[in-house]
């Protein structure tokens, strides 16, 4: 999710191909020779006919996507505002969306009691993103970045479990990217 809304907001061309992970498309011998993991997503960037290549790590994709459209997903030039934007989007990364995705594989194996420790972990870090948005319009400052898309998609993820009546700024920042043309369309990739 994070690499479709990281696409449509970078306005560079590109083709979904969609991986039906139920019907383990993902091990299909043509998706292993670009991912031996098997693991979506896969960004296959073959522009330059000299030199195709594979990435395979969804926020290898976010940062590449954001250096192909300059000053779109990432502030180009202010080192403040730079480590501000590094801060936000390794905050949610690690604090959030990390225990959070350890939580769900807990759940599938039936460790009910350590899945839930771990998503209140999750929430609690969360909550706590009331103070970013003191601070400015988006979870890094000023303008939007890969910060608000990692914040978007697991808040999303996650929205039935928030408490939103303690968490005002946040209601309306999410309110807001949620209609943002590209999260939208981005997400219409998963329509399959
Ligand atoms: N660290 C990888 C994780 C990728 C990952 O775990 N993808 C999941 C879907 S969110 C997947 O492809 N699962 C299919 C499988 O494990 O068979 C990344 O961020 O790209």
């Excluded at 000299?50 to 779109?72: D, H, K």
């Excluded at 730079?82 to 604090?95: G, I, Q, V």
């Amino acid at each position: 999710m994070r690499v479709a809304i990281a696409l449509e907001e970078s306005g560079l061309p590109y083709e979904v191909v969609p991986i039906d992970l139920n019907r383990e498309e993902q091990r299909s011998p043509e998706f292993l020779a670009l991912n031996p993991m098997g693991r979506v997503p896969v960004l296959v960037d073959d522009a330059d006919s000299a030199r195709p290549f594979a990435l395979t790590q969804s926020n290898a994709i976010l940062f590449y996507v954001a250096e192909r459209a300059p000053g779109r997903l990432f502030p180009e030039k202010d080192p403040i505002s730079r480590a501000l934007t590094y801060e936000r989007f390794f905050f949610f990364l690690t604090d959030v969306i990390a225990p959070s995705h350890a939580a769900f594989q807990l759940r599938r194996s039936d460790q009910q009691h350590a899945s839930s420790v771990l998503d209140q972990r999750s929430i609690s870090a969360l909550s706590t993103t009331e103070r970013f948005l003191n601070e400015g319009p988006f979870m890094a400052g000023e303008h939007f970045s890969v910060a608000d898309i990692a914040a978007y998609t697991i808040t999303l993820a996650t929205r039935r479990h928030l408490d939103w009546v303690r968490l005002p700024q946040l209601t309306q920042w999410f309110d807001r990217i949620g209609k943002r043309p590209s999260v939208g369309q981005g997400l219409r990739a998963f329509d399959i």
